[in-house]
């Protein structure tokens, strides 16, 4: 069974400011891994695919990575939009399994 | 564009059953997986089920397996999830969603609630 670990639960910055999210695999699943965003009283989008593919209307400002089972959601610079939750996805397994969540705020 | 309305929340006792309905437009369902993911209340997402796009196979969460069914009638244009033998811990918002590549969920609706309680 394939377990998605994102830090930091919650991660407080302001407008403007770069944010860095994490999500760790507990084993390999690839370049297999997808970003949504889910803000309060809404369906949650789907930003990135394939670690690093943005999907179709995405802004650049938001971005991913990976480096083995380690991916990484980057944001460039916040906009009051972009204050949400995060969840990563893997599609590794044929399970489609979400993390716990990443919640950020505004400081 | 895609749209996804689902439809078929309510409330129901422990055990009982319920049927829920996810309308798509704007693609041919023929040619797409679908899926069904939940959240409870203040919580997080929880992936269900999934159906491939010719309903060849289906895949489940532990936690649903056996109770849970998904089917799509491509004709009408629609993806069904009958619950059955509903626990408590069922309680939650219920989206449907596209698939993406077998991998990823592209499309969203805005969810049924399905609250289960005597």
């Known amino acids: 069974e394939i377990v998605l670990t994102q830090s930091p639960a919650t991660l407080s910055l302001s407008p403007g400011e770069g944010a860095t999210l994490s999500c760790r695999a507990s084993q390999s699943i690839s370049s297999f891994l997808a970003w949504y965003q889910q803000k309060p009283g809404q369906a949650p989008r789907l930003l990135i695919y394939d670690a690093n593919r943005r999907a179709t209307g995405i802004p650049a400002r938001f971005s991913g990575s990976a480096s083995g089972t380690d991916f990484i959601l980057s944001i460039s610079s916040l906009e009051p939009e972009d204050f949400a939750v995060y969840y990563c996805q893997q599609g590794s397994d044929g399970l489609f399994r979400f993390g716990q969540g990443t919640k950020l705020e505004i400081k | 564009q895609v749209q996804l309305v689902e439809s078929g929340g309510g409330v129901v006792q422990p055990g009982g059953s319920l049927r829920l309905s996810c309308v798509a437009s704007g693609l041919n369902l023929g040619g797409h997986g679908m899926h069904w993911v939940r959240q409870a209340p203040g919580k997080g997402l929880e992936w269900v089920t999934f159906?491939?796009?010719?309903?060849?196979?289906?895949y489940y969460a532990d936690s649903v397996k056996g109770r849970f069914t998904i089917h799509k009638d491509n004709s009408k244009s629609t993806v069904y999830l009958q619950m059955s033998s509903l626990r408590p811990e069922d309680t939650a918002m219920y989206y449907c969603a596209k698939d993406k590549g077998v991998k990823y969920l592209d499309y969203w609706g805005q969810g049924t609630l399905v609250t289960v309680s005597s």
């Open positions: 159906i491939r796009y010719d309903g060849s196979d289906d």
